[in-house]
């Protein structure tokens, strides 16, 4: 079975440009999540979805970050504009609903901003 | 304020070992919680997990232990092989989505 699927794996982009992150989560499960990883902070999660329907996004840093989910195979991270603070690791990970059930990760995009 | 904590950063353990990993929480509401491991250039991998009405897990070489009114989990790796060389997050969830400590490296020396 795939995994769930991030593109791109790496990006790197001058400061105030738009960056888009996808991911593609496992076929089945419903609930969806972007995390940011940094030395500082550590994994940190941004916002979840179920259902396609966002249900936290208290931990978005900042207006200049969106997410959706138009639909239960895709969803997208954006930052726009992006700033050199934004640099980290994205990951994305999903998981069926329910407790106990374990979140399964990407492999992350590395963000880069210069 | 860190509802997760992980207080080692790092652990070099000699293969064939036992290799300890321990982690604190402070959220009471917490009742399930599970072991990530990473490998570099790749995410999280679910490693293992503990329900709050149990104090112990085994699964092979992994054992996790959890004690609540210590608010104390521990993943205990035994034999350590050097595979296991990699970063261990304890992560926790209760009413919230899950909280991540911010790891422990774990380097397993042949």
């Known amino acids: 079975d795939a995994g769930v699927i991030q593109s791109p794996r790496h990006e790197v982009t001058e400061m105030g440009q738009e960056v888009t992150l996808r991911c593609k989560p496992i076929?089945?499960?419903?609930?969806l999540f972007w995390y940011r990883q940094t030395m500082m902070r550590g994994l940190e999660l941004l916002i979840y979805?179920?259902?396609?329907?966002?249900?936290?996004d208290s931990g978005m840093p900042e207006d200049r970050f969106s997410a959706k989910m138009p639909n239960a195979s895709f969803s997208t991270l954006k930052i726009q504009p992006s700033e050199p603070r934004d640099s980290a690791v994205y990951f994305c990970?999903?998981?069926?609903?329910?407790?106990?059930?374990?979140?399964?990760f990407g492999d992350g995009t590395r963000l880069s901003i210069l | 304020d860190q509802q997760v904590k992980q207080n080692s950063p790092s652990l070099s353990v000699q293969e064939g070992r036992i290799s300890i990993l321990n982690c604190d929480y402070t959220?009471?509401?917490?009742?399930?919680f599970l072991w990530y491991k990473k490998y570099p250039a790749e995410g999280p991998t679910f490693l293992i997990s503990?329900?709050?009405?149990?104090d112990k897990n085994e699964d092979g070489r992994f054992t996790v232990f959890l004690n609540k009114s210590a608010k104390h989990l521990s993943l205990h790796i035994v034999p350590s092989q050097p595979g296991d060389s990699a970063v261990y997050f304890c992560?926790?969830?209760?009413?919230?989505?899950?909280?991540f400590g911010k790891g422990t490296r774990l380097s397993v020396i042949a």
């Open positions: 959220n009471s509401m917490f009742d399930y």
């Open positions: 979805f179920n259902n396609n329907v966002p249900i936290d």
């Open positions: 503990i329900s709050s009405i149990k």
């Open positions: 076929s089945g499960h419903n609930s």
């Open positions: 992560a926790a969830r209760g009413n919230t989505p899950l909280v």
């Open positions: 990970a999903s998981s069926r609903t329910g407790g106990g059930q374990p979140q399964h």
